[in-house]
């Protein structure tokens, strides 16, 4: 099965703190994501990665940026946290290529910015 | 731009009994996938069933079923038997088959009682 590993299930930061969110999988999937997950808006994707080194902007990449130094490892940076960052962040894989591969997802991170 | 909408935020169903979870979504294009998720109660997301727009033939996984209308851009998950495992939020997603990162509605949250 694969495995989508998020650093930490809670996680509780000061307004202005540069965050870190980190995700593993462990299946050589191309693809990584990151998603946030608000109550009546569903998963938004902040940005997504298609190889190492690659990333693409997604719906609302403002406030954040991706790095992607290993196939397997995908961070999600908030350069200075703000409370309207509070939120659920779920990290995906999935394989490459054009097909109807499905994402596999994270157990999510639940961060608060007080 | 694609778009994905589920119009029922809550829906319940009473055990054993069968209930069916709306999606429409918007697309000029004809080649493309659909996915339903699902994610319980601080639990991780899953993928419940797939269909590849080329198929006429919805698809089916043990319970879970889908309506697929392809000229009426409709996807929906039909849960026979319900059981209390069920309750959860499920989402559907769409994902271009020239694409890479998947659209998601907002979801639907399904409680089931006994």
């Known amino acids: 099965d694969v495995k989508v590993t998020q650093s930490s299930r809670y996680l509780v930061k000061r307004t202005g703190e540069k965050v870190f969110l980190e995700c593993v999988q462990d299946?050589?999937?191309?693809?990584m994501f990151w998603y946030r997950q608000d109550p009546g808006l569903g998963l938004r994707l902040i940005y997504f990665?298609?190889?190492?080194?690659?990333?693409e902007k997604g719906d609302i990449p403002e406030g954040y940026s991706v790095s992607r130094e290993k196939k397997e490892r995908f961070s999600l940076i908030l350069e200075s946290a703000s409370t309207n960052q509070t939120s659920m962040y779920l990290c995906?894989?999935?394989?490459?290529?054009?097909?109807?591969?499905?994402?596999?997802f994270g157990d999510g991170t639940r961060l608060s910015i007080l | 731009a694609q778009t994905v909408t589920q119009s029922q935020p809550e829906m319940s169903v009473q055990e054993a009994e069968t209930v069916t979870l709306s999606c429409t979504y918007d697309?000029?294009?004809?080649?493309?996938?659909l996915f339903w998720y699902k994610q319980p109660p601080s639990r991780q997301m899953i993928l419940v069933i797939r269909?590849?727009?080329?198929?006429?033939q919805n698809a089916t996984e043990n319970r879970f079923s889908v309506n697929f209308q392809k000229a009426a851009k409709s996807f929906s998950l039909k849960i026979s038997d319900s059981q209390l495992g069920d309750a959860a939020m499920y989402f559907c997603?769409?994902?271009?088959?020239?694409?890479?990162?998947?659209?998601f509605g907002k979801g639907t949250t399904l409680s089931v009682s006994s």
């Open positions: 995906a894989s999935s394989w490459g290529g054009y097909s109807n591969q499905p994402q596999h």
């Open positions: 299946m050589d999937h191309e693809n």
């Open positions: 990665s298609y190889d190492v080194k690659m990333k």
């Open positions: 697309t000029s294009e004809s080649d493309y996938y």
């Open positions: 269909q590849e727009a080329y198929k006429q």
């Open positions: 997603a769409y994902k271009p088959q020239a694409g890479t990162a998947l659209i």
